[in-house]
């Protein structure tokens, strides 16, 4: 089965750290540019951060440049995002997307608040 499996959401202080974990099935993961997003309280879908197959072209939104790191792990089918520093604004559902296909996993909730 195609999908893509969030974890890792929770409640966070400001300045505290997550990492999102996504778990993919179904596809040639190794072979696959990956995104994480963030769906805004508007419901818009913004790209956060991604990445390449192999790991090395990574690409963010400015806003979280410096405090936040996409990887992956292509032997274990998942890709992570690291959030350092986080701020309210970073409060949202986050989604998994393979872009090619317009897969997208359930999404994980995160929420900064003190």
């Known amino acids: 089965q195609v999908q893509l499996v969030e974890s890792g959401g929770g409640l966070v202080q400001p300045g505290g750290s997550l990492r999102l974990s996504c778990a993919a099935s179904?596809?040639?993961?190794?072979?696959?540019?990956m995104s994480w997003y963030r769906q805004t309280p508007a419901k818009q879908s913004v790209m956060v951060a991604t990445i390449d197959s192999s790991g090395t072209t990574r690409d963010y939104a400015t806003s979280v440049k410096a405090r936040f790191t996409i990887s992956r792990d292509n032997n274990k089918n998942t890709v992570y995002l690291h959030m350092n520093n986080l701020i309210p604004k970073d409060a949202g559902v986050y989604y998994c997307?393979?872009?090619?296909?317009?897969?997208w996993g359930q999404g994980t909730q995160v929420v900064v608040s003190s």
């Open positions: 179904g596809f040639t993961f190794r072979l696959a540019t």
């Open positions: 997307r393979r872009p090619s296909k317009n897969l």
